[in-house]
Nanobody, 125 residues
Framework: QVQLVESGGGSVQAGGSLRLSCVVYGLTYGTLCMGWFRQAPGKEREGVGYTYIGDLTTYYAGSVKGRFTISQDIAKNTVYLQMNSLKPEDTAMYYC??????????????????WGQGTQVTVSS
């Protein structure tokens, strides 16, 4: 059973940066797709970035492309979301999520069956 634990959220002023971490426990054989999602109050959860564990392939939503970057440290089973040039509209609860299999880049919430507990990101103007 895959378990995901996020950390790294916080409060920052517009233009600032934060790095979120997602530690992946319980990996087994297979391709694990990882997604970073966010949910602002009153809004639906949306995907912001995706990758595969052990692969350099990434996919970003248009709203964050060029500002957010996904990386990973395989030795630590950790996926990162580096967020630069943050804007107030980036304020949300951020979640990492996983599912086994390919073809999930850019996929919706219901394609993912492993979820972390979330970490809050607040960007003030």
């Amino acid at each position: 059973q895959v378990q995901l634990v996020e950390s790294g959220g916080g409060s920052v002023q517009a233009g600032g940066s934060l790095r979120l971490s997602c530690v992946v426990y319980g990996l087994t054989y297979g391709t694990l797709c990882m997604g970073w999602f966010r949910q602002a109050p009153g809004k639906e959860r949306e995907g912001v970035g995706y990758t595969y564990i052990g692969d350099l392939t990434t996919y970003y939503a248009g709203s964050v492309k060029g500002r957010f970057t996904i990386s990973q440290d395989i030795a630590k089973n950790t996926v990162y979301l580096q967020m630069n040039s943050l804007k107030p509209e980036d304020t949300a609860m951020y979640y990492c999520a996983g599912r086994y299999g390919v073809g999930c880049l850019g996929g919706p919430v219901d394609q993912f069956n492993y979820w972390g507990q979330g970490t809050q990101v607040t960007v003030s103007s």
